[in-house]
C-alpha cells in the first residue's frame, strides 16, 4: 500500500518511513529501534565502577586506619616476643643520630620479657592480652611545632658533639597523636584490666614509635 507525503503530497512505497521528496516523516511509520549497547561494554563499565570503589575503600582505610596497624604490630611484638617489630617501628632520625638496631634490639626485649612477667604474675601463663583503642590525641599544630623544635635540638646537640651531619628533614613528619588504650590480661577467670597509652609520629606517611607504656 502507496503511502502519499502530507507535506508535499508525493508517494512512497508502503515501506518508507520519511518522504522521499521532502524528507518528512510519514505517517504509521514504526519509530527507529532505540540503540543497544554492547553487552561487553556494559560488563567492563561495571568492572571499572568496582576497581573505583575498591581504589576509595582502600584510601579510607589505610588513611584513617595506618596507626591502628602500628598498635596492632607494637602488641603483636610484645605477645610473640619479637622486638625486631619495634625496631622497624623506630623513627628514622634516631639512627641517623647514631642509635644500633642491635642495641634498640636488645633495650626493647628486655622490656618485652619485664611486661610478660608483669603479665604473668596478674594472671597465669596461659594469660591472653586484647586491647581497645578508646580515644586518639592528635598533635595541634603548637604541639607539633613544640615536638619538631625538641627533635631538631637532638639533631643540632648530636652534630655538634660528633662532627657528623644528620641526614634527616623534619619536614618529613606529618603528623603524631598519642593512642589511649583500654587493655585486658585474661586467663580463665583470673582478669585484669588496666589504661595504656602509645605515643605515634607519623614520617613520611609511615607511623613510628616514639613511646610505649602498655
Known sequence: MAK???????QSDDTAVVCGNCGTPLE??????????????????????????????????????????????VFDAYIENEPS?????????QFEMGAKESDIKDSYKKAIESQQEWWEEKTDKDYEVSY??????????????????????????????TGKDVDFDTELIDEAMEVELDIVVEEGDEVY??????????????????????
Open 85 to 93: 617489630i619495634l625496631v622497624d617501628l623506630t623513627p628514622d632520625y
Open 4 to 10: 502519499f507525503c502530507g507535506n508535499c503530497g508525493y
Open 28 to 73: 504509521g511509520a514504526a519509530p527507529a529501534p532505540a540503540a543497544k549497547m554492547d553487552p561487553k561494554f556494559i560488563k567492563l563499565g561495571a568492572i571499572a565502577l568496582a576497581a573505583i570503589a575498591v581504589v576509595v575503600v582502600l584510601i579510607i582505610v589505610f588513611a584513617g586506619g595506618g596507626y591502628k596497624s602500628a598498635v596492632g604490630d
Open 132 to 161: 581497645t583503642i578508646t580515644d586518639t590525641d592528635e598533635y595541634s599544630e603548637e604541639k607539633m611545632e613544640d615536638a619538631i623544635d625538641e627533635i631538631e635540638k637532638s639533631i643540632d646537640a648530636y652534630e655538634k658533639a
Open 193 to 214: 584490666e588496666y589504661d595504656g597509652e602509645i605515643v605515634l609520629i607519623k614520617i613520611d606517611g609511615n607511623w613510628k614509635v616514639v613511646d610505649i607504656d602498655i
